[in-house]
């Protein structure tokens, strides 16, 4: 339902709106970063249309892709939530069993010479997005197991797409296919194009992304985009207090360092108790210093850190360099600068110290270095390397402001 997506206030009354005044297109692109509610919003929007009335009983009442419509639909995702309640399949919607809602998504071969299909993976798919709503491909590859496979959106789930979308509907009268990830469509997703742009009546593609530049153009063109913004850190805040029981002051300084990610605020919960600023502190003492011993050490304990909590490192490192910006531009003290109800104690005295040292554009240099680390470990690089790498840049930037190529 709409009231289980965090934030995006303004998206929910546009979807809503979108039906209510007959300006819905038939394939929809929900395109967001991961944690911003992409999934979870298109979930919702899905289970709505798959309740609207069944207008083919009545041809003159018209259909819902244009025509004349003349049941009053809710105007407001609120309204929109509690006439979904009073529906008599909302409990197979909010189930995810609905039949005439089909979904989609990455998988990987069960057992070698398998030809994988989004349904031999349903009922870990209702299980993930029950538990993991705002979680990532990465996530959900883990979640069935597939180590380090790549999943993908193959050639026979476009044909099962295809299959599925043809058969007439069995209760709504409108079918919803919701694919996650068109990303994984390889030139296979090409199968789908005719159907896409002339699908059968009242059917409704929702494709959700979150890196528009991986999905071919050719189905781009055939989606009108529903655009998802970032979630604001006072609803992340909201989200910890009301959904992980976090307390008022942790939640506010998770979600200040999410960078608008529910997603990567569950995982700085998972890793509070991590202690990332004294392994910062270490790291740049021996960088400053220029102390190789003790930039080997730190690094060699970086390296052990693990994918996931090194990204959590170098995302902690990013917000410190942020706070510090803020600091600085604002100018004053802390709380002349409004600073204090946001930021925690330590963090105020760490962006204080990092501006005795570093000027606006060395700082910028700094986070700019971190976010491509942060890509390089994401994608497996040698960590020992990178940080090593990483290491003689932040020293050339702190000592010389520059950026130099390692």
Aim: with cysteine.
């Amino acid at each position: 339902m709409f009231r289980d997506v965090i934030g995006q206030q303004e998206v929910k009354q546009h979807l809503v709106e979108m039906v209510a005044q007959n300006r819905l297109s038939h394939a929809l692109l929900f395109l967001g970063k991961e944690g911003s509610g992409a999934l979870p919003l298109a979930l919702a929007f899905a289970e709505y249309v798959a309740l609207l009335p069944n207008k083919k009983a009545d041809p003159s009442a018209g259909g819902m892709f244009g025509e004349a419509v003349e049941v009053k639909l809710p105007g407001t995702p609120e309204a929109a939530d509690a006439w979904m309640e009073g529906q008599d399949a909302f409990a197979k919607a909010a189930g995810l069993v609905h039949p005439d809602i089909h979904f989609s998504y990455p998988v990987i071969p069960k057992k070698s010479g398998d030809k994988p299909v989004s349904t031999d993976y349903i009922t870990e798919w209702r299980d993930f997005v029950k538990q993991s709503p705002y979680g990532n491909v990465y996530d959900w590859l883990q979640f069935i197991g597939a180590e380090n496979k790549q999943g993908n959106i193959t050639a026979y789930e476009c044909n099962e797409i295809i299959r599925k979308l043809n058969l007439k509907s069995f209760e709504s009268g409108y079918k919803v296919l919701l694919m996650w990830m068109p990303e994984y469509l390889g030139k296979e997703g090409n199968k789908l194009l005719k159907l896409i742009e002339e699908p059968p009546a009242d059917t409704l593609f929702l494709l959700v992304a979150e890196n528009e530049g991986a999905i071919l153009n050719t189905i781009l063109s055939r989606t009108q985009l529903i655009k998802v913004p970032a979630l604001e850190p006072a609803d992340i805040e909201a989200a910890l207090v009301a959904r992980a029981r976090v307390d008022a002051n942790t939640a506010r300084t998770l979600a200040n360092a999410s960078g608008g990610s529910y997603r990567e605020a569950l995982h700085l919960l998972q890793h509070a108790d991590e202690d990332f600023g004294t392994l910062l502190k270490e790291w740049l003492g021996a960088t400053i210093r220029y102390n190789p011993s003790a930039q080997l050490k730190v690094i060699e304990e970086l390296a052990r850190l693990g994918r996931e909590k090194q990204k959590q490192f170098l995302r902690y490192f990013s917000h410190l360099i942020e706070q510090a910006l803020r600091l600085e531009v604002l100018g004053g003290t802390p709380a002349e600068a409004g600073l204090t109800a946001t930021f925690s104690p330590t963090e105020l005295d760490f962006a204080q110290r990092l501006n005795k040292v570093l000027h606006a554009g060395q700082k910028e240099a700094v986070a700019t270095e971190l976010d491509a680390a942060a890509y390089h470990v994401e994608r497996n690089a040698n960590a020992k390397i990178l940080f090593h790498a990483v290491t003689i840049k932040l020293f050339h930037i702190i000592k010389n402001g520059v950026v130099v190529s390692v």
